[in-house]
């Protein structure tokens, strides 16, 4: 069978309130906590590879203070001895400045993001006005204005798939829209594996607690109750344990799962394919 190997990668570290993870008021007032930044890589056992998320391209936050172990997407990349400019197929979870950054590292690839998440913001970016994106406006709290200078760059060079809800990827690899949740037309995957199908959550359950709980974070765009009916379906992928999920921002990716430093970054391997290496040495 077509099998993936999944590897998730720490580009950044922030720290912020407990609470914008886990909700409030059940986490409020309790501190703050160390935030992964992430993305991933998925592999086939016949040689496919999607990227899912580019991270962003310096380490500046759009509100607060800066990450810290800011490693560039393309260079995580490269130290593993892959080459940006080989990355054919990459996947958008969705347009914050964290995920959707660095785009210009990526010259070949073929970019799948939702109709709906790429149509929104532009709107609001045609709303305000690209004078009016300013860090005091929450709309623009995780939204980097010039990620679509690159973004739109790709669509007018025909290197862009608008979808338009649930899609097939790659055999083994399916888009799962989740409308008005964490931002307007955010997506997630479900990656087929020899052990199981994985669910690639993203933002859509930012950490193991929010599913575990089925508590939205204190920070979100969309619909609540949206928001916890698509919990429920990626619980559905990634079982009662949530053994085969990878939330979007949870540091405890790196203790549920097998992980170590490779080439000084912070690496989890959710699944490794029976024909591929270990990145873990």
């Given at each position: 069978?077509?099998?993936?190997?999944?590897?998730?990668?720490?580009?950044?570290?922030?720290?912020?309130?407990?609470?914008?993870?886990?909700?409030?008021?059940?986490?409020s007032n309790q501190g703050h906590i160390?935030?992964?930044?992430?993305?991933?890589?998925?592999?086939?056992?016949d040689g496919e590879r999607v990227?899912?998320?580019?991270?962003?391209?310096?380490?500046?936050?759009?509100?607060?203070?800066?990450?810290?172990?800011?490693?560039?997407?393309?260079?995580?990349?490269?130290?593993?001895?892959?080459?940006?400019?080989?990355?054919?197929?990459?996947?958008?979870?969705?347009?914050?400045?964290?995920?959707?950054?660095?785009?210009?590292?990526?010259?070949?690839?073929?970019?799948?993001?939702?109709?709906?998440?790429?149509?929104?913001?532009?709107?609001?970016?045609?709303?305000?006005?690209?004078?009016?994106?300013?860090?005091?406006?929450?709309?623009?709290?995780?939204?980097?204005?010039?990620?679509?200078?690159?973004?739109?760059?790709?669509?007018?060079?025909?290197?862009?798939?608008?979808?338009?809800?649930?899609?097939?990827?790659?055999?083994?690899?399916?888009?799962?829209?989740?409308?008005?949740?964490?931002?307007?037309?955010?997506?997630?995957?479900?990656?087929?594996?020899?052990?199981?199908?994985?669910?690639?959550?993203?933002?859509?359950?930012?950490?193991?607690?929010?599913?575990?709980?089925?508590?939205?974070?204190?920070?979100?765009?969309?619909?609540?109750?949206?928001?916890?009916?698509?919990?429920?379906?990626?619980?559905?992928?990634?079982?009662?344990?949530?053994?085969?999920?990878?939330?979007?921002?949870?540091?405890?990716?790196?203790?549920?799962?097998?992980?170590?430093?490779?080439?000084?970054?912070?690496?989890?391997?959710?699944?490794?394919?029976?024909?591929?290496?270990?990145?873990?040495?």
């Amino acid at each position: 069978m077509k099998d993936w190997s999944i590897w998730t990668f720490q580009y950044a570290e922030g720290r912020l309130p407990l609470d914008f993870v886990r909700g409030t008021p059940v986490a409020s007032n309790q501190g703050h906590i160390e935030v992964p930044m992430i993305f991933s890589l998925l592999q086939s056992n016949d040689g496919e590879r999607v990227l899912v998320d580019t991270g962003f391209s310096s380490g500046t936050s759009m509100t607060g203070p800066g990450f810290k172990d800011f490693v560039r997407s393309d260079e995580v990349l490269r130290r593993h001895g892959i080459d940006a400019a080989g990355i054919d197929t990459l996947v958008l979870t969705h347009l914050h400045f964290d995920h959707a950054g660095n785009l210009d590292a990526f010259p070949n690839a073929r970019i799948f993001v939702q109709r709906y998440e790429y149509e929104s913001w532009k709107k609001v970016l045609a709303e305000y006005g690209r004078d009016g994106v300013t860090k005091d406006r929450w709309v623009f709290s995780s939204l980097d204005a010039n990620n679509f200078d690159s973004l739109d760059a790709a669509i007018a060079q025909g290197r862009v798939t608008l979808l338009d809800g649930d899609h097939v990827l790659r055999k083994g690899v399916t888009c799962r829209l989740a409308k008005d949740t964490h931002s307007f037309g955010i997506q997630w995957l479900e990656v087929e594996t020899s052990v199981g199908t994985y669910a690639l959550a993203g933002d859509v359950c930012y950490s193991y607690f929010s599913v575990e709980r089925m508590w939205p974070p204190g920070y979100l765009q969309g619909n609540v109750w949206n928001l916890l009916r698509e919990m429920e379906r990626v619980k559905k992928v990634a079982g009662d344990d949530l053994a085969r999920m990878l939330p979007g921002h949870d540091i405890e990716i790196f203790t549920r799962h097998p992980s170590g430093k490779s080439h000084d970054v912070r690496v989890a391997e959710l699944h490794l394919a029976a024909s591929h290496q270990s990145l873990l040495g």
